[in-house]
């Protein structure tokens, strides 16, 4: 996988920021199928360099294993009748 860090909204472009802008990354996750474009996957807000580049090494190891899971804003109630379903299948 492919990625980049670099300093979110740094505005003084110097060796040393002063500006106080904090470090993210964005990393390739393959293409999707359906449109062909490719995917991609961020976070930002690290103090340092070094805490980005293990954020983004977490991550790609999560999205290897199988283990990541996207965010989304479903609430807890559409979750709990989605697996109230699902559970509900698997009994009969």
């Known amino acids: 996988m492919k990625g980049h860090f670099y300093r979110r909204g740094c505005k003084c472009k110097k060796k040393k920021c002063t500006c106080g802008s904090t470090w993210a990354f964005m990393v390739d996750d393959g293409i999707d199928p359906l449109t062909g474009k490719r995917k991609q996957k961020g976070k930002g807000g690290f103090k340092t360099k070094q805490e980005a580049e293990?954020?983004?090494?977490?991550?790609?190891?999560?999205?290897?294993?199988?283990?990541?899971?996207?965010?989304?804003?479903?609430?807890?109630?559409?979750?709990?009748?989605?697996?109230?379903?699902?559970y509900r299948d698997k009994k009969m």
């Open 54 to 86: 293990e954020a983004a090494a977490a991550l790609i190891h999560e999205i290897n294993q199988g283990t990541y899971i996207e965010e989304t804003d479903q609430t807890f109630c559409e979750f709990a009748n989605e697996w109230l379903k699902i």
